[in-house]
């Protein structure tokens, strides 16, 4: 199994995972404008920054479903 995320799906991904930390820290109103604009200017599909995040959650994906199918070859059918 294969799964990549494109710079376009990181934006979305990032933008819910922000947006969800500013709820649940109560971030000020200031502080919360503050990580919105750092997300809109420098966090764009096509920012360096997007795509070497891209690259780090697609690695992490990857070493994730290696994982998952080294353990579920190890199981037992017995159990």
Do not use: F, H, Y
């Not at 795509?51 to 070493?63: G, H, P, Q, S, T």
């Amino acid at each position: 199994m294969k799964l990549e995320l494109e710079p376009e799906e990181g934006v979305e991904l990032l933008s819910l995972i922000v947006e969800r930390l500013g709820e649940e820290a109560k971030l000020s109103t200031k502080d919360r404008a503050a990580v919105r604009r750092w997300r809109a200017d420098d966090m764009r599909a096509a920012s360096d920054g997007m795509r070497e995040l891209v690259d780090k959650i697609n690695a992490d994906l990857l070493r994730a479903l290696r994982a998952k199918e080294r353990s579920a070859v190890q199981k037992a059918d017995w159990r």
